[in-house]
């Protein structure tokens, strides 16, 4: 990696509605710790410029429980992952290293996997790296990820948006990224909501790179559970399971 840290922005903002809790989803407890702090682990090693992009409504437990450490980020309207990273723009602007982007409730997400990130950029100059998973079967509704003939990466495309072809895809974005933070702010004002939820999509940028003649690269995984997202008690349930296995190994 680059001399300079990377920066981390961990994307909280949800309200987790499908947990049927009233407890912000990223406080839930997974293995006896928040669910946010399995992420925040493996970035520690990385880096300690860490953000959390939380909503009005959750802010105040978020920050409670999770501390001064951090930088907190507020998304006043939830607009889509792209709405949320331009809300960080003043914490970012100035700042010339790399930029983190994960979600935030994707607890099997490693140090290693982030640091692979963060490396294959700095040696490729790529405007972005994202983690990409290869699914042997039918993937689950993610953005598929295009690539040419030629194998370079053009865009993402979201499953409500991508055409029946599209759809066969089996290669697909786990929304764990690594940018060149000064090429993300240039391309963040060019994002338009013109899909099928009305919301500004990050992966949005990727092709927007493409088109300024910058590159776009995955780091592919067939590690399906790495980035595993909590999303429902049923979730909950199978991660605990796992962490509970990894810990008796």
Not at 35 to 48: G, S, W
Not at 128 to 156: E, N, Q, T, Y
Request: hydrophobic content about 40%.
């Amino acid at each position: 990696m680059s001399a300079e840290k990377p920066r981390a922005l961990i994307l909280a903002a949800g309200q987790g509605r499908r947990m049927r809790s009233s407890v912000p989803k990223v406080l839930l407890p997974l293995a006896g710790r928040p669910l946010i702090a399995h992420i925040l682990e493996a970035l520690r090693p990385l880096t300690d410029e860490i953000a959390v992009v939380v909503s009005p409504a959750n802010i105040v437990e978020i920050k409670e429980r999770l501390g001064e450490r951090l930088h907190y980020i507020v998304q006043r309207e939830a607009r889509g992952t792209g709405h949320a990273v331009r809300a960080a723009e003043p914490w970012l602007r100035g700042f010339e290293g790399a930029l983190l982007v994960m979600v935030g409730d994707a607890p099997f997400i490693s140090t290693d996997i982030l640091a692979r990130l963060c490396t294959k950029r700095d040696r490729g100059d790529h405007a972005v790296v994202f983690l990409s998973v290869l699914f042997p079967h039918k993937p689950p509704p993610w953005g598929r990820v295009v690539r040419a003939a030629d194998g370079r990466v053009l865009r993402i495309v979201e499953e409500k948006d991508a055409s029946e072809e599209e759809k066969r895809i089996r290669e697909v974005s786990s929304s764990h990224y690594c940018f060149d933070t000064s090429r993300l702010l240039q391309a963040l004002p060019a994002l338009r909501a013109d899909n099928a939820q009305g919301e500004y999509y990050l992966p949005d940028v990727i092709a927007g790179f493409v088109r300024q003649g910058y590159t776009a690269e995955a780091l592919s995984t067939g590690d399906t559970m790495l980035p595993f997202g909590v999303n429902t008690p049923e979730d909950m349930r199978l991660a605990e399971e796992l962490l509970q296995k990894r810990s008796r190994k």
